[in-house]
């Protein structure tokens, strides 16, 4: 069993594409990469933590969504979250939702919310924090969060578009970081 994360899917979401750059020619496109990248590297044993923005815009029910997605699913609520949340259909496919959790990883203390904070729940005894919400912008938020040695950037855009492990994560957040 794999512990995985991801933000910011925004399934259903055709303004999105051109707010992150995405490489997808429309919706349609992108809803089908996002769901065969999932379920390529999501086995059905598998944890996946989706940190908020799951469907947003979207014109298929949130549900239609999950129930392609393999894997155990844990919601953190981000600020796109609200049409998901109100679904009974979809709740049925999530095994929890929060708006913050604090979580083990291997040896890892990680504290999960959609929105980037400055200090988390175990920050000065060595915690990680995971979030979203930020997409793959470098403004001031991004800015601010690098400087937080312990804090990563869950977005799909720059995690290939799939869940990823803890240890992919601080890879891929170190090469974002290079591509200044």
Same mark, same amino acid.
């Given at each position: 069993?794999?512990? *995985?994360?991801? /933000?910011?899917?925004?399934?259903?979401? !055709?303004?999105?594409?051109?707010?992150?750059?995405?490489?997808?020619?429309?919706?349609?496109?992108?809803?089908?990469?996002?769901? !065969?990248?999932? #379920?390529?590297?999501?086995?059905? !044993?598998?944890?996946?933590?989706?940190?908020?923005?799951?469907?947003?815009?979207?014109?298929?029910?949130?549900?239609?969504?999950?129930?392609? *997605?393999?894997?155990?699913?844990?919601?953190?609520?981000?600020?796109?979250?609200?049409?998901?949340?109100?679904? =009974? /259909? %979809?709740?049925?496919? *999530?095994?929890?939702? !929060?708006?913050?959790?604090?979580?083990?990883?291997? #040896?890892?203390?990680?504290? =999960?919310?959609?929105?980037?904070? %400055? @200090?988390?729940?175990?920050?000065?005894?060595? %915690?990680?924090?995971?979030?979203?919400?930020?997409?793959?912008?470098?403004?001031?938020?991004?800015?601010?969060?690098?400087?937080? @040695?312990? /804090?990563?950037?869950?977005?799909?855009?720059?995690?290939?578009?799939?869940?990823?492990?803890?240890?992919?994560?601080?890879?891929?957040?170190? *090469?974002?970081?290079?591509?200044?």
């Amino acid at each position: 069993m794999s512990i *995985l994360y991801t /933000a910011d899917l925004h399934f259903g979401h !055709e303004n999105v594409i051109g707010f992150d750059g995405r490489p997808f020619k429309d919706g349609d496109e992108m809803d089908r990469c996002l769901i !065969e990248r999932w #379920n390529t590297r999501v086995r059905p !044993e598998d944890t996946v933590y989706i940190i908020g923005d799951l469907c947003c815009r979207n014109k298929k029910p949130s549900e239609w969504y999950l129930e392609q *997605l393999s894997g155990h699913k844990i919601l953190i609520q981000g600020n796109h979250d609200g049409t998901t949340l109100k679904s =009974l /259909a %979809a709740m049925k496919h *999530l095994e929890g939702v !929060e708006r913050m959790l604090h979580i083990r990883d291997g #040896n890892n203390q990680i504290q =999960l919310c959609h929105f980037p904070i %400055a @200090e988390w729940n175990g920050y000065y005894k060595g %915690a990680w924090h995971i979030y979203g919400h930020i997409h793959n912008k470098k403004g001031d938020t991004y800015e601010f969060m690098r400087t937080r @040695e312990k /804090a990563l950037n869950a977005g799909c855009m720059i995690n290939n578009y799939a869940p990823v492990s803890f240890d992919e994560l601080v890879r891929n957040n170190r *090469l974002f970081k290079e591509q200044e």
